[in-house]
């Protein structure tokens, strides 16, 4: 089992940078590709991004490509989504995901380890 725990969350203002970080225990994240997803007040759990298990191939959202960055350090047990530029429709609580499976996806379902999210709010 993996236990996967975000941190970094905050209140920023439109513009600024923030790094999340996903630490995970209980295993080596070199086997299990990555992502990011968030949620919004009132919508739905939506895919950011997402890292192949070597950290060569990612997918992003439209909404945040050009944006934000996803990366990994396996050594460290970690990924990271880097996010800058942002926008007051960023805001959400962020979720890590890991997936056992050997493709990319973008679909909730297919992913088996989830973190406890970390809230990001971003003010005009």
């Known amino acids: 089992q993996v236990q996967l725990v975000e941190s970094g969350g905050g209140l920023l203002q439109a513009g600024d940078s923030l790094r999340l970080s996903c630490a995970a225990s209980?295993?080596?994240?070199?086997?299990?590709?990555m992502a990011w997803f968030r949620q919004a007040p009132g919508k739905e759990r939506e895919f950011v991004a997402t890292i192949s298990k070597g950290g060569v191939m990612t997918s992003y959202a439209g909404s945040v490509r050009g944006r934000f960055t996803i990366s990994r350090d396996n050594d460290k047990n970690t990924a990271y989504l880097q996010m800058n530029s942002l926008k007051p429709e960023d805001t959400a609580v962020y979720y890590c995901?890991?997936?056992?499976?050997?493709?990319?996806?973008?679909?909730?379902?297919?992913?088996?380890?989830w973190g406890q999210g970390t809230q990001v709010t971003v003010s005009s």
């Open positions: 209980g295993r080596t994240l070199s086997g299990i590709r």
């Open positions: 995901s890991g997936r056992l499976g050997e493709s990319m996806s973008t679909s909730l379902a297919d992913y088996n380890y």
